[in-house]
């Protein structure tokens, strides 16, 4: 049963900015640190970011570090990814779902997820 759905995507000129959302589930926001991957044509989905439950701690990959930054908010369980500074290698399928921490790995079933694609 997926319980996130991703929306926010959509074309973009290198250097620009998109925010995505990831709308989750009551029982999986308030249970789970959350997360982004992303997917490109002809490779594996990788990790982005991750926030914990609290909110309190972030991770992010080093391909994006300094670039996007992740955040939930409680109240409407949602958690974001806004992304600047965009790069053509950036173009991808990008993904949220509840993670476990300690290994930054999915806890939950996939979603559709959501198109970014960056021009150069």
């Known amino acids: 049963q997926v319980q996130q759905v991703e929306s926010g995507g959509g074309l973009v000129q290198a250097g620009g900015s998109l925010r995505l959302s990831c709308a989750a589930s009551g029982r999986t926001f308030s249970s789970y640190a959350m997360g982004w991957f992303r997917q490109a044509p002809g490779k594996e989905r990788e990790f982005v970011a991750i926030?914990?439950?609290?909110?309190?701690?972030?991770y992010y990959a080093d391909s994006v570090k300094g670039r996007f930054t992740i955040s939930r908010e409680k109240a409407e369980n949602t958690v974001y990814l806004q992304m600047n500074s965009l790069k053509p290698e950036d173009t991808a399928v990008y993904y949220c779902?509840?993670?476990?921490?300690?290994?930054?790995?999915?806890?939950?079933?996939w979603g559709q997820g959501t198109q970014v694609t960056v021009s150069s």
């Open positions: 926030i914990s439950l609290s909110g309190t701690r972030t």
């Open positions: 779902n509840a993670v476990v921490w300690a290994t930054r790995t999915a806890a939950a079933a």
